[in-house]
T-cell receptor, first 116, second 113 residues
Framework: EAGVTQFPSHSVIEKGQTVTLRCDPI?????LYWYRRVMGKEIKFLLHFVKESKQDESGMPNNRFLAERTGGTYSTLKVQPAELEDSGVYFC??????????????FGNGTRLTVT | GNSVTQMEGPVTLSEEAFLTINCTYT??????LFWYVQYPGEGLQLLLKATKADDKGSNKGFEATYRKETTSFHLEKGSVQVSDSAVYFCALKGNTGFQKLVFGTGTRLLVSP
């Protein structure tokens, strides 16, 4: 079984540019999550999709961030325009069910975003 | 709201030393508790979990016990190896509805031969 895949693995962009991160969840997983770790700090929740619908987007920092999951398969996270404080590692995770404490989250390797 | 506090690193140990990484939490109700590990160049992996008070999670020689009275979930290993060098994250998840994982800041462990 293929795991959660994310790309690119690294991205370096200038302030003001646009970047799009992609996540492919494990096949059959309806739940997809985005998390972010800013340097040295905790991993913070950004948002949660159930299929193509946004279940919880309370962690999205501002309207420069746009997440989509068309068709309920892969997801994209676009940052436009990027700011210096957006630098960090963006993790994607998927799970079969969301409201069971026994449903583990499977994480991807993350995308390291550097905004200069 | 829910939160997790874990000890700052890095923790530097020699091979075969005893490891403790402290983790305490604040939560309403009865959350599930987790330890995740991130090895260099890899994603987050679930290391172990505990879903109720006094449960002990264990995996790969690591253990953690869910202590409700002290709201703690400290990670321990009796004899660390160089291959255990990684960043360890304590996390919790509420048990009602669609609960998101809440992570601590992570603790880097460096084990030298």
């Amino acid at each position: 079984e293929a795991g959660v895949t994310q790309f690119p693995s690294h991205s370096v962009i200038e302030k003001g540019q646009t970047v799009t991160l992609r996540c492919d969840p494990i096949s059959g997983h309806d739940n997809l999550y985005w998390y972010r770790r800013v340097m040295g700090k905790e991993i913070k929740f950004l948002l949660h999709f159930v299929k193509e619908s946004k279940q919880d987007e309370s962690g999205m920092p501002n309207n420069r961030f746009l997440a989509e999951r068309t068709g309920g398969t892969y997801s994209t996270l676009k940052v436009q325009p990027a700011e210096l404080e957006d630098s960090g590692v963006y993790f994607c995770a998927s799970s079969q069910t969301a409201n069971s404490y026994n449903s583990p989250l499977h994480f991807g390797n993350g995308t390291r975003l550097t905004v200069t | 709201g829910n939160s997790v506090t874990q000890m700052e690193g890095p923790v530097t140990l020699s091979e075969e030393a005893f490891l403790t990484i402290n983790c305490t939490y604040t939560a309403t109700g009865y959350p599930s508790l987790f330890w995740y590990v991130q090895y260099p160049g890899e994603g987050l992996q679930l290391l172990l979990k505990a879903t109720k008070a006094d449960d002990k999670g264990s995996n790969k020689g690591f253990e953690a016990t869910y202590r409700k009275e002290t709201t703690s979930f400290h990670l321990e290993k009796g004899s660390v190896q160089v291959s255990d060098s990684a960043v360890y994250f304590c996390a919790l998840k509420g048990n009602t509805g669609f609960q998101k994982l809440v992570f601590g800041t992570g603790t880097r462990l460096l084990v030298s031969p």
